[in-house]
């Protein structure tokens, strides 16, 4: 009903309702485990079946077009950088998936700008932006410009 | 109401909304603004919110000028001919000649790019050899799932603070000067206080617009809309209530995608060759193009020729051969996939495609026995969305930047991406004008944004930024009336959710659904209204107003549906007054205008804006002049 959550494996920790992006995962003050509120409004997109450390989190199709009977898994691991999927039909059949979801640890190669060199009055008076030109072509080239490329901008009816 | 009041003070950038346009503007506003104070408010938790939240499979906006596969130019005359012809070229221009190196950082950062083996020759990248696996002309194929954890985390490194699940209602307006903007204001969707941010800039990154018209699937599936459900036209509600000038609001999208899940077609036509055929298996588009032609004219759609000109034909008007082949009774239209799906690897593409961005489409396969190897799934056109990053182009009217717009006094007023409005920038679907900039162009333009917004600042223009404490007091009564509201009325009934005294937000929002589907040209109409039909709209539109006074809330949950609700009406009002002022059928396929069925190059060759009077809420329409680059010889 998009999301729904079993009672046996959820012991509220509350992960799927830190990660929705829809607000709809709450924790139910009889239970005190996680259900999604509002199934018209889950996307399906599975943040907080990837957030839950138990799997406690699965999916059935929502029932305007999706018979019973089906699976969608998923085991997401930021460790190893993968994510792996296992798509059961309704007639039993299996498939299964193994990506990459990055190819650096965790946040290690992401800068901080107050640990760069602050940009010179020349670069602020640019049109251009932090790590460029370079970043653009990896070479020695400049920021392409309406002179640079042999245009202008014409009023009127042109295709 | 015991809610407490929380202020963050002295901000210099506030980033509202960070999906990829604010995330690019919080991560660039530090290497512009070292010393300066960089704060985010997001909806959900930057982590997973934005239309990224569940991942892409391609990046749809590369140029490859290192490679030199394209310049930007060629981008813009792509996009131009695509949106049939509406787009501001000189912000097309200056996202396109940026755009590569965003993508150049996500692959640094870890974001696995997917290499093309037969291009192996070329310059090595940061992971393994060679260029990029091209999708298409613009697109490259990624590994994706992760992409919005991994920008998430270059912003929130260079933000000062990240506030998640603050839904923000308002704008702050600058007291002692006129049309300067001073901040905004919303409520924690989880604890319900009141958030205060007093700021000298704003770069707005909300979110376009799903679920403004009735969707195909109105139960539990409503939630499987094309565009995330949380895209609830905040950016568009946000800047039209400051007075931001709006543009091409009419310009909605309707998208042709695999039935009910809406997964993506793009690498199904560009990557695995699949195409499209009638119920009868008979190719169907090229017999409704000489009509077509006669509409919007050789100009846009050369039936004899457009095969040697190698111009793909836009959207809007396959579009149409679509939605005109279902009328005449051959539906439905099929993805011959079982020919492509033979081949081991092209079939891994076709199902991680979906894991990688929209799941809903593998579970409802899965449920329904399809299995593309074997059974060539459905195809439909979807209800439309209103936004502009993805292949359309609605937003605010903002300058360009000064090298490329600096002689067009309509187009450039000092700072790029401010909108007319002082102090107020944009990124992503908030950006009119700029349609093909997806998840990389949505990022590269909150970079621009966030460089222009210091340059602002350190101008001196943020100087002396008033807020007086009854905005602040007045805008906190506003917020909160709705959980009054259904205080004050739930006692005179039994329970129920049926009251006179006040409508739910469900309730409000399938209203303004059906109106808008059925007068605004949605899709039980076939996407066809008229002046008659639109001023009926405007007409329900304005009562549906004066009843979100009363929209009454149970919770602090329902009150940010109700607040949402009141942004998508918000926006179809300027989408239904821009559908009024274009007199013509500018882009068959989106919508008709059965009163003025063809295209009018005479009288509309123009781009739409509108300004809403902040006090009357009157809305004064404008045609923009289009420039076009051209060759200089």
């Not at chain 1, 965790?106 to 901080?112: E, M, V, Y």
């Not at chain 2, 770069?203 to 565009?227: D, H, L, M, Q, T």
């Not at chain 2, 239209?333 to 079982?338: A, G, L, Q, S």
């Not at chain 2, 396929?589 to 069925?597: H, I, V």
Request: aromatic share 10%.
């Amino acid at each position: 009903m998009p999301t729904f959550v079993y009672m046996t494996r959820c012991d509220g920790c509350g992960h799927c309702v830190d990660i929705c992006p829809s607000d709809i995962m709450h924790i139910d003050k009889k239970y005190r485990r996680a259900l999604n509120i509002e199934p018209n409004m889950c996307w399906e997109c599975y943040s907080c079946v990837k957030a839950c450390p138990h799997q406690a989190i699965d999916v059935r199709g929502y029932a305007d077009f999706a018979p019973l009977g089906h699976s969608v898994r998923v085991l997401r691991d930021e460790r190893k950088g993968t994510i792996a999927w296992r798509v059961k039909f309704r007639d039993g059949r299996v498939k299964n998936f193994l990506s990459p979801i990055t190819t650096k640890p965790w946040g290690s190669a992401i800068p901080d700008f107050r640990n760069e060199a602050e940009p010179t009055q020349a670069e602020r008076d640019s049109e251009l932006l932090s790590f460029e030109p370079e970043s653009i072509r990896l070479d020695d080239g400049g920021l392409h410009t309406l002179e640079s490329n042999g245009l202008k901008l014409k009023e009127g009816v042109y295709y | 109401m015991g809610y407490k009041t929380i202020t963050e003070d002295n901000i210099d950038i506030l980033v509202v909304g960070a999906g990829l346009g604010g995330t690019g503007a919080a991560y660039e506003a530090r290497h512009w603004g070292r010393d300066k104070k960089i704060v985010i408010a997001e909806k959900a938790n930057i982590d997973r919110s934005g239309a990224v939240a569940q991942g892409l499979y391609a990046i749809n906006c590369y140029m490859g000028t290192r490679w030199g596969e394209n310049n930007p130019e060629d981008h813009v005359r792509y996009a131009r001919m695509d949106l049939m012809g509406m787009v501001r070229e000189d912000l097309a221009f200056d996202m396109a000649r940026h755009v590569d190196s965003a993508v150049h950082k996500f692959e640094e950062w870890g974001l696995p790019l997917m290499k093309d083996p037969k291009r192996a020759d070329l310059p090595e990248g940061d992971i393994g050899k060679g260029a990029y696996m091209r999708e298409g002309r613009w697109q490259i194929m990624i590994h994706g799932e992760s992409y919005k954890p991994i920008v998430a985390e270059a912003a929130k490194v260079n933000a000062d603070k990240t506030f998640n699940r603050i839904m923000v209602t308002h704008l702050l307006m600058d007291d002692a000067q006129d049309n300067r903007i001073a901040g905004a204001v919303g409520f924690n969707v989880r604890t319900g206080n009141y958030h205060v941010f007093k700021s000298k800039t704003v770069i707005c990154g909300a979110g376009g617009a799903s679920n403004i018209f009735k969707p195909r699937s109105v139960g539990e599936g409503a939630g499987r809309v094309w565009y995330a459900p949380w895209s609830s036209g905040s950016a568009y509600a946000l800047m039209i209530e400051a007075g931001a000038k709006m543009m091409q609001m009419e310009n909605r999208i309707v998208l042709a995608r695999f039935k009910d899940g809406y997964g993506p077609v793009g690498a199904y036509f560009l990557h695995l060759h699949t195409y499209t055929q009638n119920a009868y298996g008979d190719e169907y588009e090229s017999k409704w193009f000489p009509a077509l032609e006669k509409m919007v004219g050789k100009a846009y759609l050369d039936t004899e020729n457009q095969h040697f000109s190698h111009k793909p034909i836009p959207t809007c008007l396959r579009n149409h051969a679509f939605i005109s082949e279902v009328a005449a009774g051959r539906g439905p239209i099929h993805m011959v996939t079982v020919e492509a799906f033979q081949d081991p690897h092209l079939e891994e593409v076709g199902w991680e495609n979906f894991l990688g961005m929209t799941v809903g489409q593998a579970v409802l396969w899965a449920a329904t026995d399809i299995d593309p190897k074997y059974i060539n799934p459905e195809l439909t056109t979807s209800e439309p969305y209103v936004m502009g990053s993805h292949a359309t182009g609605c937003g605010a009217w903002c300058s360009g930047p000064e090298d490329i717009s600096g002689d067009i006094p309509e187009y450039y007023w000092g700072y790029n991406r401010m909108m007319t409005v002082d102090g107020l920038f944009g990124a992503g679907d908030a950006v009119g004008g700029t349609p093909h900039a997806f998840s990389s162009g949505s990022f590269t333009e909150g970079r621009l944004s966030a460089k222009a917004a210091c340059k602002y600042i350190d101008d001196g223009k943020a100087d002396g930024i008033n807020v007086s404490q009854k905005q602040i007091d007045d805008r906190k009564e506003e917020i909160y009336k709705p959980l009054e509201t259904y205080q004050v009325g739930s006692n005179e009934i039994v329970g129920g959710t049926v009251s006179p005294s006040y409508i739910l937000p469900f309730p409000g929002l399938q209203r303004l659904q059906k109106l808008m589907d059925e007068y605004a040209g949605g899709v039980t109409v076939q996407y066809m209204t008229n002046d008659k039909l639109l001023n009926m709209g405007l007409a329900k539109l304005a009562i549906l107003e004066e009843d979100l006074e009363k929209v009454g809330a149970e919770d602090i949950h329902q009150l940010l549906r109700a607040w949402e609700l009141k942004h998508r009406h918000r926006t179809s009002e300027c989408v239904v007054q821009h559908t009024l002022f274009r007199e013509e059928t500018r882009w068959p396929g989106y919508y008709y205008r059965g009163d003025k069925m063809k295209l009018d190059d005479d009288n509309w060759h123009v781009l739409t804006t509108s300004h809403r009077d902040r006090t009357t809420g009157e809305y004064k329409m404008e045609k923009q002049p289009l420039y076009h680059l051209v060759d200089e010889k």
